[in-house]
C-alpha cells in the first residue's frame, strides 16, 4: 500500500526565515496531495493542497511544489511568524480515488520570536 | 454551518471495559473517517466509510476494534476489552470532495 515519509521530523527558525518540509510517497498512482496544520490541542485543518495535474500551488505566504517523477512533494512556508508555530502533516491520497489519505508522521515547526 | 462534532470530548475508562465514541459528520458529506493520534505521533487511518460501499477497515488495529455508520450519516467507533496502549485520540473526519475536515477528537484513557 500506499506509504509516506516526512522529513524532517522537527524544525526550528528564526521569525522572518523560510521554512520546508518533505515529504515521498511510494505509489505513483496517488493523485491528491493536501498539508494539514495542527495547533497544539486542536484539531487538523487544511492549509493547502496539490492535485498531480499541477507542479505548484502558491497561497499568499505558502506553497507546496509537486515532482511527479520523483514522488515527492514539500510545503514552503515564507516570511515566517510565530503563529505558523504548529504541526504539519503532509499526506497522499490512496490509489483508486477512494478518497482515503496516508498521513505523513508529521513535523514539529517552531518559528522562533 | 455545523463542523464535524464527536463525543465525548474525553473518556477515562478502566482497562477491560467497553467504550463507545461517536462521530457526527458535516450534514452531506458521504465519506467518513476514523482516525488514532497517540501522543506526539502522527494520524493512523483506522477506518472509512465511503456511501453506501462496504467500509475499508484495513486500519483497525485488532478485532477489539469495530465501526459503524447508521443510515450514512453518525458513526461509533467501538473498543472492546480497552487496553492501556488503547490511549489516544481517536478523531473523526467527513468529506464530501478531497479536503477532509476533523472534529475535535475524543481523548480517551485507559487506566
Known amino acids: 500500500g500506499e506509504n509516506v515519509e516526512q522529513h524532517p521530523s522537527t524544525l526550528s527558525v528564526q521569525e522572518g526565515d523560510s521554512a520546508v518540509i518533505k515529504c515521498t510517497y511510494s505509489?505513483?498512482?496517488?493523485?491528491?496531495f493536501p498539508w494539514y496544520k495542527q495547533e497544539l490541542g486542536k484539531r487538523p485543518q487544511l492549509i493547502i493542497d496539490?492535485?498531480?495535474?499541477?507542479g505548484e500551488k502558491k497561497d499568499q505566504r505558502i506553497a507546496v511544489t509537486l515532482n511527479k517523477t520523483a514522488k515527492h512533494f514539500s510545503l514552503h512556508i515564507t516570511e515566517t511568524q510565530p503563529e505558523d508555530s504548529a504541526v504539519y502533516f503532509c499526506?497522499?491520497?490512496?490509489?483508486?480515488?477512494?478518497?482515503?489519505?496516508?498521513f505523513g508522521q508529521g513535523t514539529t515547526l517552531q518559528v522562533k520570536p | 454551518g455545523a463542523g464535524v462534532s464527536q463525543s465525548p470530548s474525553n473518556k477515562v475508562t478502566e482497562k477491560g471495559k467497553d467504550v463507545e465514541l461517536r462521530c457526527d459528520p458535516i450534514?452531506?458529506?458521504?465519506?467518513l473517517y476514523w482516525y488514532r493520534q497517540s501522543l506526539g505521533q502522527g494520524l493512523e487511518f483506522l477506518i472509512y466509510f465511503q456511501g453506501n460501499s462496504a467500509p475499508d477497515k484495513s486500519g483497525l488495529p485488532s478485532d477489539r476494534f469495530s465501526a459503524e455508520r447508521t443510515g450514512g450519516s453518525v458513526s461509533t467507533l467501538t473498543i472492546q476489552r480497552t487496553q492501556q496502549e488503547d490511549s489516544a485520540v481517536y478523531l473523526c473526519?467527513?468529506?464530501?470532495?478531497?479536503?477532509?475536515?476533523f472534529g475535535p477528537g475524543t481523548r480517551l484513557t485507559v487506566l
Open positions: 473526519a467527513s468529506s464530501l470532495y478531497g479536503e477532509q475536515f
Open positions: 499526506a497522499a491520497s490512496s490509489p483508486g480515488n477512494t478518497g482515503k489519505l496516508i
Open positions: 450534514s452531506g458529506h458521504t465519506a
Open positions: 496539490i492535485r498531480s495535474n499541477v
Open positions: 505509489d505513483s498512482a496517488s493523485n491528491y
